[in-house]
């Protein structure tokens, strides 16, 4: 028995019916994730009300150079938190069936992701474009002094653990991009040009608060991509869509993807 309204019934076929259009091509489907995508394995998001993050912790305190200098155990602890639960968790129906679309369909997907944690890559998407970076990756906080020979591997243990090196104290600090912070020219590039190549772009649980991966949508619809949303609630790049799925990703995706 097939419980969907029949609106949403409607939207989900017309969405097959578009990226059936991207099949055939080269990068046709580019797909852009948020925390959203994760929500379904575990993984808070930022700003969903009581239960994000932001709802809970001050990102300037947490995710920002500035707050991090200011009590660096405070974040590293923070941070500590978030990566055993990145650890604990599996990834979803929707991670899944993006990875066995691109098995499908070599060649025909790229995708974009806000998100930190390693649940694409671990559904199958090794070539996932990270655009905010990986909670799983260290990193030094300054330049460091010693040249390429000081790996954070060496770091001498500690909340967070520091340069061992005579005079030297550099601290650790997670591979994330933070507030204020620019993200990887390399990885904006690919996901720009994905944006721009494609027939298909399909947002997933992102709320589009955050630039400038909210403005991929808009590059899209501009190159004359059929943007389609999936969100259970609105979000701020609403507008740029053509088709919104109001359900979640490890609802969703199957019954979008598994048929092609
Ligand atoms: N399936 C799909 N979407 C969902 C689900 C779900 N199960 N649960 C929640 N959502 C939607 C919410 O409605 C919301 O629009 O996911 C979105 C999550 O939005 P945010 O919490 O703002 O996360 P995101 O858009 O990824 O944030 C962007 O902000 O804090 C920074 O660097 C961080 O990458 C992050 C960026």
Redesign the pocket.
Known sequence: MNLQAPAEATALRAACQALRVALGRPGGLCVL?????S??SGIA????ALT???ARFD?MLL?SEAGYRDDPQRGWDWYAERRAGVRAAQPNA?HLALAAFARRHPGVLALVT???DDLHQRAGNADAIR??GDILQDRWLDGCRHGPACHPDEAQPGRPPRCPRPGCGNLLRPG??W?GEELPAQALDAARQAAERCAVMLV???????WP??GLAGLARRAGAAVIL??????EIDAEARLHLR??????LPALLDAL
Not at 33 to 37: D, P
Not at 45 to 48: H, V, Y
Not at 204 to 210: D, E, L
């Open positions: 994730t948020g925390a959203g995508m929500a379904e998001t930022f700003r969903d994000g993050l932001w990102p995710a929707g806000q998100n930190v655009l905010h994330v991009v507030f997933v649980g992102t709320s589009g608060a955050v991966a909210a999936l969100n259970p609630h609105a979000s359900g979640t990703a490890a609802g969703l």
